[in-house]
């Protein structure tokens, strides 16, 4: 067997981190919606969930903001002149666009991709698809910068094939690896992939919040990926009534083992057996059921219990679900998760981890980690400027202190100087992390 262990990739909060309420059906970032935000606490408790990942040994990485506002977006929209102009004209005629051109939204990394390992994958090279993020408009402007990023954090094509996202339309509506769980024995052996959708390309949806994900789109990744053994599930219509806008929003795993609540999906004991069956001769699944008897879906959403990091600390034997604070103060999500950790299941410790000013958008620390099974050659052809160290940490600590504010209302993001901060902060990380001049569109010219 090849020895593979299972990397995270995070994104790194961007200065224009805001609330701004752009993402109906997630219920944090409508309740949210307008409250100041801080930018430099949210760089700082991304950065510190990084170490903590780095210290316990898994390789880290980081994936840079993307740039913000987004001036080439707003000129497809004929908005012209200085930069200055374009902004202040799109924050005039369409404030709508403008702040949809602002958001930091790249920072959940979840959605950066559908990662396929190279142990899953026809060909033996890890694929990725970068998600359209087709709902909403402010994520429909990511995929392109983040395939920049997976090119440079990934740059060997006989090791990795970064894609193009699918075509932009809701027929292939993509939301990446928050609705795609890859179960195994062990990182280095082939698995099952479970890929969950909420709606199907051809039929009619009704419900009160969009389903972010087809089936189509699912089916598509598969195929492209040469993804081998695959289940695709269909996620609980109550799930994404109540607010379930991911399905990793109520529903994690990790090697064999799948944690989830109640009504995560449509047919839970047909998801299941489909499960096993796909698993035969690899491993025997474990899932982990909270029903909704023991957590309500509301507590599920607002405590975030399952928008968490499942990982095996190495030398440990048990897995260990790293929770955000949320999940501490809310009395019954954090009965449930002490409950899980004290039976003598798969899951043998959790622990918290406090990334607020995230979570208040509707992102935990499960949404702000793209997670990459790599094996060791893979591992050691991924580029080491972008791995967390502790000198990379203390370095884009001080450099997001120097830059970010603390304070940010969605009103300051239409201050011109916001601009010239934000690129002053991209221009002196491309830096940091040796990605050379021309990353950004900014630094293009
Ligand atoms: O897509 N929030 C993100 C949260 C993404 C969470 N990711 C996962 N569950 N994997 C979203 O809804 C809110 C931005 C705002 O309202 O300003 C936002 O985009």
Known sequence: MTHAVEANADGLIGPTHSYAGLSPGNLASSLNRGEASNPRAAVLQGLDKMKRLADLGLPQFVLPPHERPNIPFLRTLGFAGSDDQVLERAWTDAPSFAAAACSA????????????????????????????????????????????????????????????????????????????????????????????????????????????????????????????????????????AGGTFHNDVVCVGSLDTLFH?????????????????????????????????????????????????????????????????????????????????????????????????????????ACLRLRVVLTDAELAAANAAMRLTDELHGALSVWGATWYRDRLTPADLADPQLLVESRGALDELTQILGLGGGFYPFQRG
């Open 105 to 240: 939204s790249p920072m959940w990394a979840a959605n950066a991709a559908t990662v396929t390992p190279s142990a899953d994958s026809a060909d033996g090279r890890v694929h990725f698809t970068p998600a359209n993020l087709h709902t909403n408009l402010h994520r429909s402007l990511e995929h392109e910068q983040t395939k920049r990023a997976l090119n440079a954090l990934f740059p060997d094509p006989d090791r990795f094939a970064v894609h193009d996202a699918l075509s932009s339309v809701a027929h292939l509506a993509d939301e990446g690896a928050a609705n795609h769980v890859r179960l195994c024995r062990d990182h280095g052996e082939p698995g099952v992939n479970l890929l969950v959708w909420g709606r199907e390309a051809f039929q009619p949806w009704e419900g009160p919040f969009p389903a972010r994900q087809t089936r189509e789109a699912c089916d598509a990744v598969v195929r492209r990926h040469g993804m081998g053994r695959s289940v695709l599930a269909q996620q609980g219509r109550a799930a994404i």
């Open 261 to 365: 609540h109640e009504l995560a999906f449509e047919d839970t004991d047909g998801t299941r057996d489909t499960i096993r069956r796909a698993a035969e001769g690899l491993f025997d699944p474990i899932f982990v059921e909270v029903a909704l008897s023991d957590l309500a879906l509301a507590d599920a959403i607002s405590s975030y219990l399952f928008n968490s990091m499942l990982v095996r600390v190495p030398g440990e034997d048990r897995l260990t679900l790293i929770c955000p604070t949320e999940t501490r103060d809310n009395p019954r999500a954090h009965a449930v998760a002490e409950g899980v950790a004290s039976s003598n299941g798969p899951i043998g410790r959790v622990d918290y981890v406090d990334v607020r000013q995230s979570m208040r958008n509707g992102g935990g620390p």
